[in-house]
């Protein structure tokens, strides 16, 4: 069965510092994958997608991700967060001819000043 | 442009009572689903409709009911409330834009308490 994995139930960063979350899937097939974020009290908004093609794709308010099939991975990264990327991010991937989408359990960011 | 509108927002049951959860989409989606969000468990697929007519269990279908109205309304059917069955759920729809390759669109979330 496919399955999704964040490792990372909660990270903390200061403004300005580096970040990756980490996504790891159970797929037997080419996955589609997704990262999704979170605001308190809202519903999910696509940050970006990997479908085929270039491993490294760019996504909305400077996040990217790079799918890295040898290691069943889809990690998400930011050269400098802000503290309005405190959120709770979740990575998905599509099964099921992406009828379906399998959510993980989501990393909760928080940023300190 | 609403996107995808759930109702109600807030919900206090009893156990033993039913409710139905309404959401609608104005995008003109084919596919509709119903997640529910409970802590450290991220969101799980409960009902899905591929398509207008079609319906197919999820991840957690147990307690539950949906009804695929149209193409437009999606609703979740809760025949008879448990505590286990408070959570925040949300509605989502996908278009069909380059063959299954769309995103999906959720709502706000209705956020149920079965006491």
């Known amino acids: 069965a496919q399955s999704v994995t964040q490792p990372d139930i909660h990270i903390t960063v200061s403004e300005g510092a580096s970040l990756e979350l980490r996504c790891n899937y159970s797929y037997g097939a080419t996955p589609y994958l997704f990262w999704y974020v979170q605001s308190p009290g809202q519903g999910l908004q696509l940050l970006l997608k990997y479908f085929s093609g270039d491993t490294l794709v760019q996504g909305i308010k400077g996040f990217e991700a790079e799918f890295k099939r040898s290691q069943s991975s889809f990690n998400l990264r930011k050269p400098s967060v802000h503290w309005s990327d405190a959120a709770e991010y979740f990575c998905?991937?599509?099964?099921?001819?992406?009828?379906?989408?399998?959510f993980g359990a989501g990393t909760r960011l928080a940023v300190h000043p | 442009n609403a996107g995808v509108t759930q109702t109600p927002k807030f919900q206090v049951l009893k156990t033993g009572q039913s409710m139905t959860l309404q959401c609608a989409q104005d995008?003109?989606?084919?596919?509709m689903y119903w997640y529910r969000q409970d802590p450290g468990m991220g969101l799980r697929l409960i009902y899905y409709s591929a398509s207008e007519g079609t319906t197919d269990k999820g991840e957690v279908p147990n307690g539950y009911n949906v009804s695929r109205l149209n193409k437009r309304e999606f609703s979740l059917r809760l025949e008879s409330a448990a505590p286990s069955q408070t959570s925040v759920y949300f509605c989502?729809?996908?278009?069909?834009?380059?063959?299954?390759?769309?995103?999906?669109?959720f709502g706000e979330g209705s956020r149920l308490t079965v006491l």
């Open positions: 989502a729809s996908k278009g069909q834009r380059g063959g299954n390759t769309g995103e999906l669109f």
């Open positions: 998905a991937v599509g099964s099921g001819g992406y009828n379906k989408l399998i």
């Open positions: 995008m003109n989606h084919n596919s």
